[in-house]
Antibody
Framework: QVQLVQSGAEVKKPGASVKVSCKAS????????LNWVRQAPGQGLEWMGW????????KYAQKFQGRVTMTTDTSASTAYMELGSLKSDDTAVYYC??????????????WGQGTLVTVSS | EIVMTQSPATLSVSPGERATLSCRAS??????LAWYQQKPGQAPRLLIY???TRATAVPARFSGSGSGTEFTLTISSLQSDDFAVYYC??????????FGQGTRLEIK
């Protein structure tokens, strides 16, 4: 069965960086894409960016441009999202979610369990 | 950026009754719209994509309709498991993909 398993919770200080991993199983990693979506405590869903497992194409939300880096290791069926210059309002649960197309942004049909990132001094 | 607006913010419905949730886009998104269900402490779950196609294993009591700027998610006969927060998402014009702010469906 399709599974996305994310790395564990992180606590970071303001100004630091965090790198979240998302290991995929149960499907061909290169045949789909991955979205990264975050959710601040008690808030809604916010899309951060997308990466194709097929050709590595990337789209970032403008809000995070220059501060986020999304990568994949196709040999390990794993995606990574690194967010730098952390601020307290980056405290959120970060989700990876499989995009149902390898080449364009569409719906997300499977989601990881989420990774809580807490930014606090 | 396309703004998605959901209404109402909170909907109170009794089990067994019908629930109708609305989502409006600030410009046409054709049929490139999805609905997700999220329960406390869980990741979102895809319910509907392409505005009206049920995702795998989604019960038939969930249905989606609409195109352009106006969309509806209908739950025909609410069960206790359906009380959750529902989000719409457009993927017509990107980046960015955008979500509505959510509708909380609560037990009346």
């Amino acid at each position: 069965q399709v599974q996305l398993v994310q790395s564990g919770a992180e606590v970071k200080k303001p100004g630091a960086s965090v790198k979240v991993s998302c290991k995929a199983s149960g499907y061909s990693f290169r045949s789909y894409s991955l979205n990264w979506v975050r959710q601040a405590p008690g808030q809604g869903l916010e899309w951060m960016g997308w990466i194709s497992g097929y050709n590595g194409n990337i789209k970032y939300a403008q809000k995070f441009q220059g501060r986020v880096t999304m990568t994949t290791d196709t040999s390990a069926s794993t995606a990574y999202m690194e967010l730098g210059s952390l601020k307290s309002d980056d405290t959120a649960v970060y989700y990876c979610a499989r995009g149902a197309s390898m080449i364009r942004l569409v719906e997300s049909d499977y989601w990881g369990q989420g990774t809580l990132v807490t930014v606090s001094s | 950026e396309i703004v998605m607006t959901q209404s109402p913010a909170t909907l109170s419905v009794s089990p067994g009754e019908r629930a109708t949730l609305s989502c409006r886009a600030s410009q046409s998104v054709s049929s490139n719209l999805a609905w997700y269900q999220q329960k406390p402490g869980q990741a979102p779950r895809l319910l509907i994509y392409g505005a009206s196609t049920r995702a795998t294993a989604v019960p038939a009591r969930f249905s989606g309709s609409g195109s352009g700027t106006e969309f509806t998610l209908t739950i025909s006969s609410l069960q206790s498991d359906d009380f959750a927060v529902y989000y719409c998402q457009q993927y017509d014009n990107w980046p960015p993909i955008t979500f509505g702010q959510g509708t909380r469906l609560e037990i009346k």
